[in-house]
């Protein structure tokens, strides 16, 4: 089986989001930067895939060179070979991103049995590139997933609906966007970030494309603030606690 | 015409609502919801096979109306099946919309980025236009006008039903389900441990609550993902949620700012949690929440 | 509820509740300042500073006695509070040369009295760490005593006993602002409230010299990045109870450690570039994903360090399903020297006491609060005053660079006389141009560049052939030239000119400045007007506090001169002292004055032809100092000598040095005149004639006594540490300072010839350490080369039972023992001891 996943590099946020002085994006400057959520279990799920059924796997990215880093970690948790999509770092489109990806996939030497997406990146939250790309190569597509299983050259996925499962099912190829809960990714180990280290990138230069959804300015919404009443230090604060509870009606009189 | 998609999900309803702005709307129903006094007019689709959910033939549904504007609710089904009509036609698609207004031939819109922690001013034109909108955005709110509902099939092919819910798996009886519990107890990092949350799981049983975790503790292992309150995982709306050692991390928040009520229980009187709470109890939590769980049991809990 | 509120004044107010501020607290209550408030911007009880994350293991054994002396007691006070766990530790050699460092932390280890230490083969190291690969390694350095402790929670007892003796801690409170009056500090402004008070202590690890700064006063310390990262689970660490079972690897050829920490191994590097940041660079709690000192990892700067541990640890950090499941780049603190920063600042009654490592906090509370309370602490901090540096040693220019050239050093192998190479040739006396031309060697001291020998005198080697002592094996000859022992030779056969500009001078003025001097020094001051008194100043116990000479110019105007490594601590000092109502002046006039001294037996010749004044041994007795011409130059001559030859200090004005050079080199050529260096001025000179060293022979832990440099009596005037004194005087020493020969060089294993450098071990003939009275342990102070008495020459405090002359011992150098003979009971020279050279 030959197995795609895509990532995105996303900041790593603490308790509050600063913007640049034009505000047009977020100020990375202290920050580190990740796999979005979603993404790291679809890397996950990925490789756990390839172990259960044999086959290889690819990770890729559209984003800045910095990006490498996130397809070294990829590669370090078992990815097998990356493919980076250079930007100049800037936002592109859920559409324009999709089509770049798409072509990527379509110049593989061997086309992909199975594609696997973040159900929504952490930063834009657009929920979309999955099922464009899979509109392009005319696959059949599914979204939300925290549950794939492969049988037969058919794949089952579940998603969670009204506290129960619907479950699905596709034939491959196939694209499914996975959501954060499908699995527990695995720790990189340190061979894993060596041959990673040693494991060249494919480097493409996309093509962007202009998108009539135009962004203007990102802006913090204002804090809700509450005014918060401390109701004391350490255990002496229970009984105003429970006094709480029950002008709440959570608790019988 | 501006359609808007609705689904048995109640927020769905909220879409409904959000939509008025653009003009007059009519209704795409799926299911039995009732969108009485919401629109004029509503079409309610009747297929053979639309028996179950199948996404591309939904948006087939959508397509065959050749909306101008289309708008649906920001769930799991709403984004799904948009994003299918927005790639059938090459359209650009506008996730998780707050606010709209409708500028000449153009859409400004302000939508949520980080689950609502940062959001985007931006510029929709083209034709059709394609909007989710975030739950809870504003309140779903009838007009009081009168409804007309119809049945529409939509011509459907085989293609159409390649994706389609094959089955389905019932809830399993008594799972407290934190995105409709009442009370959430939920702990971070500071918890400690995976055995830390005993003293957790004691609270939220005498409250009749159901015990969440931050994403840092899901990852650590120290709780089951589905119980992740987060931007990752589950957005909860309880009457009460308690935060113990938690610190207050954005995608955390993105989480529990349902929530009607908070009350942290942090060592840091300056965690950032503290200023989005209504009580605080400054401590360790391992002589707080046992020393909580003694009170309610001593008053007949 | 409502939280206590800040209170308006308080005694001391500590700002920091990491490990250090913590610890000062506890000790400054424990020593009576019970009025204490503590102040921490995070929440307690970790804050999110370095302590939070930074490596918790204590490896006692170190190169500075200073520095092993604060770590056990460190180690013993985190026992004490039950908090530590012995795991033992070893120090791995993956190069010959790193099995010679080795040789030399044994060394250490007996002169500062760390018990049980041994050197392990590669199979004995397995023994102990039973999953190293061997064959990368060619032995080890065990120390038994290696310990791991808990630090949050040693901080969180420490500060509870502050608090059960009146502290109030207040967390989640940031300083804003430092309020100072005349120069002492009055007011911490906070976001809560303010609080007057008469000594801040600021232990805030990253943030002190932001603290500092709102204060005017400066703690020049780099926040640099120190990468961790931890792998696991492992099989064989998780079937361990506890923390640690296996002893600590420090494997210090790839400047890395590696430990167990639970079902984890935790590999920490020092390794990558070092990556320093801005005080501006700092995250706030908020902005930070982690903590402000736990930064985003950089797995490019980690990259060769896992490979490097993975030659170490093949097996173990490979095994089935260990990942890498923390890592980070945490934040520690570094200054230019490597050594922490304590002490009053330049405001007064703002204590430093930051950048400071968990090994050795605790003994460094101690002893500060010693300091702060008593006025003196028990063990000499010299090395760590942050009074220490020179403003140009502020910039922070110099705090980076000097910074980032050492944080590699932290497991390097650094030699005695390394130097550093970055942000040099920042002092240079008037004298620099013509050094050049002469092919000097400098060094630097203080930002000064000093020649150490000339290479322009090479052709005395052959003039002197073996009397230059060569030396055969690389570590001693490294940053070492047989040309220093020819100049020597020259100098004391015909003359020498040495460049000594690096001295700090201060020019004492006013009524009450004799009686102020009297005070100060333990020699008698009211001298004659152009008397040059050589003398001790002693602290409130009777230990060396500096060692200089002050010249008596006139009625009211005194010029002391010490050297330029303690220029900054003594004129703090001296500062300190001045009586409050003005009646007494302190200039630093340092810049204005360059110096050359000039000695051997043709240097009245020399002086001679470039003076009109009388310099003849009556005209111009020993110990005068009197202003005469030099060629055109007026210059302040000062007739004594450290190197133990007939000759004078010439300090000439800064601006006229060339030509007071030019004068005397001219003067000097029918006479042989050779430029000489500080190897001979700082070494090879003043260790024949057992001049002391302040820094290596003097120190607050040993009294004059002890160090033969009473004088026949006390005098009568009242001056600091009288009474001690006076008490020693009347004891028996526990030691006595004496001067031993290296009777046979030959190393027993190699059969080369060795010379020792310094600090190394003496041992009874059976090998055993020698300790006296006080618990001290005999060690070297000195050691050089003596070219004119043809030995290698050593100084060490022996207690009465082995200071006989006569008396045979050993000193073990670099693995192997070598017979030595005490030459000198007390501080006779050993060369000329009748001094007839000197006052010829």
Known sequence: MKVGVCVKRVPETGARITLTSDDQAIDTSLLGFTISPHEECAVEEALRIAERHGGSTTVLTLGPAAASEQLKNAMAMGIASAVLLETDGGDWSAEATAAALAEAMRAQPEPFDLLLFGNEAADSGDYQVGVRVAHTLGLPCVTGIKGIEIDDGRLTARREAGGGWEIFELPLPAVVTVKEGINLPRYASIQGRLRAKKTPIERIQPQPRASALETIRLVVPPEHETHVEVLGAGADAAQRVVAVFRELGLVGL | MILCLVDNDPVSLEALTFARRFGEVEALVFGDIDVGGYVARARRVVHARLDEYAPTAWAQAVLELEPEIVVAPGTDRGHEVLAHVAARIGAPLAANVIDASVDSEALQLTRQRWGGSLLEEARLTGTPKLLTVAPHAIDAEPSGITTTVEDFTPTLGDEHFRVRVMRREEPAAGTARLDSARVVVGGGRGVGSKEGFAVLEELAKLLGGAVGGSRVVTNLGWRPHSDQVGQTGARIAPDLYIACGVSGAIQHIVGCKGAKRILVINKDQNAPIVARADWAVIGDLHEIVPAIVAELRKNGA | ?840
């Open chain 3, 1 to 840: 509820m409502s939280t206590p509120s800040l209170p308006s004044a308080a005694q001391v107010v500590v700002v920091g509740a990491g490990i250090a501020g913590n610890s000062i607290a506890y000790h400054l209550s424990r020593l009576g300042w019970t009025d204490l408030v503590l102040l921490e911007q995070g929440p307690l009880p970790n804050p999110g500073g370095s302590t939070g994350h930074a490596s918790n293991f204590i490896f006692p054994v170190d190169h500075s006695k200073e520095m092993t002396t604060l770590t056990k007691d460190s180690a013993r006070q985190y026992e004490e509070l039950g908090l530590a766990t012995i795991s033992g530790g070893v120090e791995v050699a993956r190069t010959k040369e790193r099995m010679e460092e080795l040789n030399r932390r044994m060394s250490s280890a007996l002169s500062w009295g760390e018990e049980g230490c041994e050197l392990l083969t590669p199979e004995q190291v397995l023994e102990k760490v039973p999953f190293v690969d061997t064959d990368v390694i060619l032995g080890g350095f065990y120390t038994p005593g290696v310990s791991v402790v808990d630090p949050l929670r040693a901080g969180t007892l420490m500060r509870e006993y502050a608090q059960e003796r009146g502290a109030s801690v207040f967390a989640s409170t940031e300083v804003t602002g430092v309020d100072v009056e005349n120069n002492h500090v009055r007011r911490v402004h906070t976001d809560r409230g303010s609080i007057d008070a008469e000594a801040v202590f600021v232990a805030c690890g990253i943030w002190s010299p932001r603290i500092a700064r709102m204060a005017g006063a400066t703690i020049p310390l780099s926040p640099a990045v120190h990468q961790m990262i931890s792998v696991g689970p492992i099989p064989l660490f998780e079937a361990t109870p506890g923390e640690i079972s296996f002893p600590i690897v420090r494997d210090v050829d790839t400047n890395m450690y590696e430990r167990q920490n639970g079902s984890d191994m935790e590999v920490g590097s020092y390794a990558h570039r070092p990556i320093l940041l801005d005080a501006d660079d700092i995250p706030s709690s908020e902005e930070a994903a982690l903590s402000p000192t736990e930064l985003p990892f950089t797995s490019e700067d980690f990259d060769p360090q896992l490979e490097q541990a993975l030659e170490l640890f093949p097996e173990i950090l490979t095994v089935e399903g260990a990942g890498i499941r923390h890592a980070i780049n945490g934040l520690l603190s570094l200054t230019p020297d490597g050594m922490p920063l304590l002490g009053e600042t330049e405001v007064k009654g703002l204590w430093s006491v930051a950048a400071i490592w968990i090994k050795e906090a605790p003994g460094i509370a101690k002893a500060v609060a010693e300091w702060a309370i008593e006025g003196a602490p028990e063990t000499d901090l010299h090395s760590a005053d942050v009074a220490r540096f020179y403003p140009h040693q502020r910039t922070k220019r110099h705090v980076d660079a000097r910074s980032s050239e050492g944080y590699n050093r932290t497991y390097g192998i650094v030699h005695p006389m390394e130097q550093w190479l970055s942000n040099r040739e920042v002092r240079l006396s008037p004298f620099y141009a013509r050094e050049r031309e002469l092919d000097a060697v400098f060094y630097e001291t203080a930002g000064w560049e000093r020649p150490w020998w000339y290479e322009s005198n090479a052709p005395l080697l052959e003039e002197y052939g073996e009397r230059v002592m060569p030396r055969e094996a690389e570590w001693e000859s490294r940053w070492w030239s047989p040309i220093i022992n020819a100049e020597h030779l020259a100098m004391r056969d015909r003359v020498a000119m040495i460049d000594i500009s690096a001295f700090a001078v201060f020019d004492v003025v006013g009524a009450a400045a004799l009686e102020y001097l009297q005070r100060m020094a333990l020699a008698e001051m009211d001298v004659a007007l152009g008397r040059v008194v050589y003398t001790s100043i002693l602290d409130q116990n009777g230990g060396f506090k500096a060692d200089l000479t002050i010249m008596r110019l006139d009625d009211n105007v005194f010029r002391i001169v010490t050297g330029g490594l303690d220029g900054p601590r003594d004129r703090k000092w001296f500062e300190d002292h001045l009586p409050a109502d003005g009646s007494v002046a302190l200039d630093d006039v340092t810049s204005a004055w360059c110096t050359l001294g000039l000695w051997g037996p043709r240097a009245r010749d020399v002086l001679e032809s470039t003076t009109s004044a009388d310099v003849s041994h009556e005209g111009f007795p020993f110990a005068r100092c009197r202003w005469i011409d030099v060629g055109p130059v007026r210059v302040l001559a000062s007739r004594i000598s450290y190197v133990g030859e007939l000759g004078w200090e010439l300090y000439a004005p800064m601006e006229q040095g060339a030509a007071m050079w030019d004068a005397v080199w001219e003067a000097g050529q029918p006479f042989g005149i050779v430029p000489s260096g500080i190897g001979v001025y700082g070494t090879t000179g003043r260790i024949e004639k057992g001049y002391r060293l302040y820094g290596a022979e003097l120190e607050t832990e040993y009294n004059v006594v002890e160090a033969d440099m009473q004088r026949p009596k006390v005098k009568d005037a009242d001056f600091i540490g009288k009474e001690a004194h006076v008490r020693h005087r009347d004891e028996e020493p526990a030691a006595i300072l004496c001067t031993l020969t290296v009777d046979d060089n030959t190393s027993p294993s190699s059969g080369k010839k060795r010379y020792m450098l310094g600090r190394e071990p003496i041992l009874t003939p059976d090998g055993e350490r020698i300790v006296d009275r006080k618990g001290r342990s005999a060690y070297v102070t000195s050691a050089g080369s003596g070219p004119s008495v043809g030995k290698h020459i050593l100084m060490a405090y022996l207690p009465p039972a082995q200071a006989a002359e006569g008396n045979q011992l050993l000193v073990q150098y670099m693995g192997d023992r070598y017979p030595v003979t005490v030459a000198v009971k007390g501080s006779r020279s050993l060369f000329d001891p009748e001094n007839t050279r000197v006052r010829s």
